[in-house]
């Protein structure tokens, strides 16, 4: 599968579902703790396809496996992965700690496992051809977003080559930052997209906010992690770097670790 393709797919899903009903990982998981290969449940369709949009089930359109809601083969493998990647027991269960992990709340954008470094890239390795680039924000985008998402993008450029630029046109900008509604079952925090496309969506639904607030996620923590995503990098196994691709409400995150440098380093070769 193609970056662009797999966008489109998980773009769909996200943002245009329009007739889904929305529920958090907690809601459809609750059922499913505790089963394994062989259950029949009602939701655990649910889980594989959940699995699927998140990189552990590869999509394929004619497999009706993924509409089943036999705890099978094709879903041990995904969790078997799923767990070997975030370091959990490698069991192909639904235990307690896989659980409460999947059920967290997370980037929009697919894991891509593969093995260390903890690090990793979109499929191709897509990258800009320049260091200069420029951001804008949609019309009507809250005031107390813009300068949170313009820290974190100096955050960027204070370890790499990157200069980013305020431009005065939304739609010739290379970064469109956005706050939009998410449709659908699955309900990310965020959506940042690979170069060269550069869009940046925050779900509007969550509860945003500048700092540790209970319930609320930090509007430049997360823009920090998405904005790795614009400049190319994936999701990394290290709990600790910034993108890992879980968050957590009333976290601040805001300092880049050695694991995010060097996944910019490698990409772009300075």
């Known amino acids: 599968m193609t970056t662009k393709l ?41 889980l594989k396809k959940y699995l699927q949009d998140i990189g552990y089930i590869k999509f394929d359109p ?64 897509h990258k800009w051809g320049t260091y200069n680039l420029t951001f804008a924000f949609a019309p009507g985008t809250r005031e107390d977003a813009i300068n949170p998402v313009a820290n974190a993008l100096e955050d960027w450029a204070s370890v790499s080559p990157f200069r980013f630029s305020l431009s005065n046109t939304f739609d010739d900008a290379n970064f469109k930052i956005s706050f939009q509604q998410f449709y659908g079952p699955y309900q990310p925090l965020a959506l940042g997209f690979e170069p060269t496309a550069g869009k940046l969506h925050y779900n509007v639904d969550r509860k945003w906010v500048n700092g540790k607030v209970p319930g609320g996620y930090d509007i430049e923590s997360v823009g920090l992690h998405e904005i790795g995503h614009l400049l190319g990098l994936g999701h990394s196994k290290d709990f600790h770097a910034i993108m890992y691709a879980y968050f957590w409400p009333n976290t601040v995150k805001i300092e880049l670790q050695p694991d995010d440098i060097q996944g910019l380093k490698v990409l772009y070769g300075f």
């Open 62 to 125: 004619n497999n009706a496996n993924i509409s089943s809601n036999i705890f099978d083969d094709l879903l041990e493998s995904a969790l078997k992965t799923y767990q070997s990647y975030y370091g959990l027991n490698v069991n192909g269960l639904l235990d307690d700690n896989t659980v409460s992990l999947l059920s967290q709340p997370r980037c929009g954008v697919p894991d891509f496992p593969q093995e260390r470094p903890d690090y990793s890239f979109f499929p191709g390795k």
């Open 6 to 46: 797999w966008l489109c797919i998980t773009f769909s899903v996200l943002l245009f579902d329009a007739g889904a009903e929305k529920i958090s990982g907690s809601d459809f998981l609750s059922n499913l703790r505790g089963s394994h290969k062989g259950d029949t449940i009602a939701s655990i369709s649910m």
